[in-house]
């Protein structure tokens, strides 16, 4: 099931604008290996589990796999075929708001060609361009 | 002991965001020197020279700043989440006989025992803190998990370190770790998701709204 959140404090917002680079969550923490996003936007829960599928059934289950980001942002949408006015549309899904630098998901527990391999496979299932990283050891 | 590179640095009278990033600009970086009591100084050194020493993994630079020569300790480094270089970096002013504290990374050598009965091996830990003498300063603290089987673990406490060289960070801290794979988890995940549970909206904390009556009773 996709995510969402448990509890919100307003259940509609504003579009909002994404500006700048990711400042925290820009670097492999957890994982050897990450997917970084090159570009910002939204990626959409639905998104983001088919991610988490193809990874995990890539890697057999072996290894490990975070996800590094949270859709926690409602998009609402109007119905088909309703006149434009009458308040702002319910909300339909929801998305995580991506900065550039952004790490999307890691792994570890995996060789590197295997981890290319499911990163790619990720990486075709986002709405924007990401790039493989590695763990930085040391200084 | 690896030898010494030494760099040419230069005082940065601007300090700031903006200056910064035109000293960047420039193919320079811009770096602090702090240490043995004196006045930090703001410096810039050559990107160029300073990424090569940083590749030859070298902790101990001396710089070379007015003609005087400095003995310092790369304490800490920024990179651009890009890739693009180093964007700052901190030097600690050292002597020789001086004991510092550092933190040294932490490699995993072989593979685990429990890998081969689904488990999988979690390094949790990147970095160890150590104290010994700028000139003992270890590369790297290699830790073999070969004999690792599911369920054990290597602790701070377990790490060999060479002579000279003191752990300084808790005994009792997970190093590596051989977890079980997340396979019931994951069964459950994938589950076909239940009607209601699909259907479900996130919970609106209730604040807002007793506010919100609250207003309208009060009209």
């Known amino acids: 099931m996709a995510m969402m959140p448990k509890r919100i404090k307003f259940r509609k917002s504003q579009r909002g604008r994404i500006r700048g680079n990711a400042t925290r969550g820009n670097f492999v923490a957890f994982g050897e290996y990450g997917l970084q996003a090159v570009e910002a936007g939204w990626i959409r829960a639905t998104q983001i589990e088919a991610g988490r599928v193809s990874a995990t059934h890539h890697m057999h289950r072996e ?6 980001i949270f859709p926690h942002k409602p998009i609402s949408k109007k119905p088909l075929e309703v006149r434009m006015g009458k308040g702002k549309g319910e909300p339909e899904f929801y998305v995580a708001s991506v900065k550039p630098g952004q790490v999307l998901y890691e792994v570890a527990g995996v060789s590197e060609d295997m981890a290319k391999e ?3 496979r990720i990486s ?16 | 002991m690896k030898d010494i590179v030494t760099l ?8 700031g965001t903006r200056a910064a990033r035109r ?12 240490g043995h009591k004196q006045d930090p100084v703001a410096i810039t050194v050559d990107g160029r020279e300073l990424d090569a020493a940083v590749r030859q993994r070298a902790r101990m630079l001396d ?8 003995r310092v300790l790369v304490a800490d480094l920024q990179h651009d989440m890009f890739n693009r270089g180093i964007v700052h970096a901190d030097f600690l002013r050292v002597a020789m006989d001086e004991v510092v ?21 979690e390094q949790l830990m990147a970095e160890v803190e150590v104290e010994c003498l700028p000139g003992d300063i270890p590369e790297s603290v290699t830790v073999v998990v070969a004999d690792l089987d599911l369920g054990d673990a290597i602790h701070v406490s377990d790490l060999q370190v060479p002579a000279g060289v003191k752990v300084v960070s808790p005994g009792t801290q997970l190093v590596v770790t051989v977890a079980m794979t997340r396979i019931a ?15 479900a909206e996130p919970e609106v904390i209730a604040r807002g709204k007793a506010e919100e009556e609250e207003e309208e009773e009060t009209k």
């Open chain 2, 63 to 70: 710089l070379d700043l007015d003609g005087k020569k400095d």
């Open chain 2, 8 to 15: 040419v640095a230069e005082r940065r009278e601007t300090i």
């Open chain 2, 185 to 199: 988890a994951t069964e459950t995940e994938t589950a076909a998701p239940d009607a209601e549970a699909a259907t």
């Open chain 1, 63 to 68: 290894g490990k796999l975070w996800i590094r």
């Open chain 1, 118 to 120: 499911t990163l790619a």
């Open chain 2, 23 to 34: 000293v960047r600009d420039t193919g320079r970086v811009p770096c602090i020197v702090y």
């Open chain 1, 124 to 139: 075709h299932k986002m709405p924007i361009k990401t790039r493989f990283v590695t763990r930085r050891h040391g200084l």
């Open chain 2, 101 to 121: 504290r550092v933190g040294v990374p932490i490699v995993m050598r072989g593979k685990a025992k429990g890998e081969q009965h689904g488990g999988v091996t």
